[in-house]
């Protein structure tokens, strides 16, 4: 008889308690049990097993779901240390690391088979006709089509070898490339990146590279390096839809040794791929966040592209940062990793500019030369449908040439900020140096960092003027405004809602590449597009991002300028941007306007410095959520008298959820094990009962 400790899932049990059952079955550290629970039958993870227990009355295991373990050694390791590390619960970590169909409560249907028709060696002579049928076969293709054409010539085929039959999960996508591959020649500069990764000792690795330096390229040859020694390579990109080109260059250069695994795909194709990085039938993964987790077994190098962005770090639980997992997994296979992008964040960069990472940086674009930039001052320009007159030429010229145009609407310009129209500054909280926000129930004007209210007032402290500004434009009413202003002009737009459906992103950045004139959109048309007649990007609303509700606001607001302008004149001709703005000004605008990466840090860091915000202290958020709103400001403050060893900002009342009341508390401290034992603490009094963002990357909500 053995007996086994159990994670089970379930919300009223505090964080990380396991329970104990007794089973006479096979059954092994890291499988899922059905197990017996009050008037239950849950599904839990075997965390432990021994031969002997002082308990009485030990329940019995239902039944072993995986005799063989579901995650290996390192993966249950690496569950550990997340729930430690990010305060959470270890049955959220499991889970997150396996594909939908294996997760405990899953209630997927079981996974459907069918047979694959494969290239066999074969032997023994054949008929003309045969010989024909098997030459006119492109492999691999689905058994059944293969019978439908000739059941007795492919049967004749399978029992000489010639074709080989291969069971796969159904729906296994196939990867096709629309492109052919070629491979370039390395600039010097590119060169001297991959000798440089490539021979160093060192393990961590920021490509600092400008928008267009050809960094897929040196992630390209580095990988066929690692390939070649038999190791496997990860290499992740921001949100799928958002790169299909970059998958599209993976899937090109290594073909059939791929998996790709991100959000779109669905239970059973996430299973599928699964299986082929557990069964070492692929040798390189390229997908989303969620591809940290797969089954590696020998890798040897991580490839980490737009590593700024925020889609790497997961909002719900277990609240992880992508780059985190990369580095632990990276030191338990003594492999390298590189991070890259043309906007590092500044955690990163800060660190590669301590020597922690080896700074490595491209700083030419491949052909031409980086864009010009014009800032528009909407303060003194006129405008037609929130279009500047100059923005209007610009875009009237590129038909004329045959030239593309991408247009960019931030909706984040709805959130309700006091924007002088006489100056272009916005009104601060004195204390965080964050915009403050009108609240209109109350009245008043409010920091959403630290709480504090103030009296409105319709004049502005900077200039006095009475005249704010409130954006109001989304990017289905610009669309409408460019019919009417360019009629002949094939607009695509590409935002939420026109790509709700599985592979719209792809289907509409064909449109736009084939014939499309002006591709408009939210955030989503700033990354990783390279399209060769774009040569032109207008950016509407520049300043919706810019005002410091947040301590990162200014950091995503330069990422999505510097990004967006890098769509522009990435191939032949020379590229223009025209980015529209009430405060020109402004330190962000500055650096974007000479591309001046550098510059922006330094600024950047002074205000983080300052404002005590990462990355000079570590921060971490804490949410209390009641239906009783006495409640959970009772909650909040009892934390608030635990963390005595740290700086602690609020209680602030943050947006409902779900009909509950929530509090927020930020909590910071120089040192990191100061906070992770202090958040510890509160966790273990509060009993689960609190929400815990250890690595935020924005406070609001
Ligand atoms: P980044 O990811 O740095 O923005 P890309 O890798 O997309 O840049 O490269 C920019 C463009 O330059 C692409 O169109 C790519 O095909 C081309 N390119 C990259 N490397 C080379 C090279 N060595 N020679 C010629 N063209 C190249
Ligand atoms: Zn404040």
Redesign the pocket.
Known sequence: MNYVQVYIEHNSLSLNQTFTYQTDQEVSIGSRVKVPFGHQTLIGFVDAICDQCDLENVKSVLEVLDPEPLLDPELLQLASWMADHYVTSKISCLKTMLPPALKPSSTHRPIVYEQWAMAGKGSGSLTPKQAAFLASLSFPCKLSQLRKRSRTMTQRLIDQGYIMVEQRPKGMSKIVSTHPDHA????PE?KQAVATISTSSDTIFLLH?????????VFLQLAQQVLATGKQVLFLVPEIGLTPMMIDRVSARFGNRIAIYHSQLNAQEKYDQYRLVKENKVDIVIGTRSAVFMPFSNLGLILMDEEHDASYKQENMPRYHTRDIVKWRAQYHGCKVVLAS?TPSLDSYARAYKGVYHLVE?TH???VSMPTIHLVDMKTQKSQAGLSQDLLDAISTRFTHQEQTILLLNRRGYLPIMRCMDCGQTMTCPDCGLALSYHKKDHVLMCHCCGRTFAYTDSCPTCGGHHFYQSSMGTEKLEEQLHSLFPSAHVVRMDADTTRKKKAHQKLLQEFERSGDILLGTQMVAKGL?F?RVSLVGIINADSGLARLDFSSNELAYDLLEQAS?RSG??SQQGEVYIQTFDPDQYVMRCVRYHDYKRFFKQEMQFRHLGMYPPYVYMCTLIFSDSDPARAMKKASQAKAMAVSVKVLGPVEISMRQKKVRYRLVLKARNQNTLHDCVWQIAKAMKGNVDINMYPILLEE
Do not use: M, N, P
Not at 184 to 187: A, C, H, I, P, Q
Not at 210 to 216: C, D, L, P
């Open positions: 370039f020649t390395l600039t590119q590279g400008v928008t267009g330096s050809g960094k897929t390229e043309a491209l674009r491949i052909s390279d060769a890098g990435r191939q």
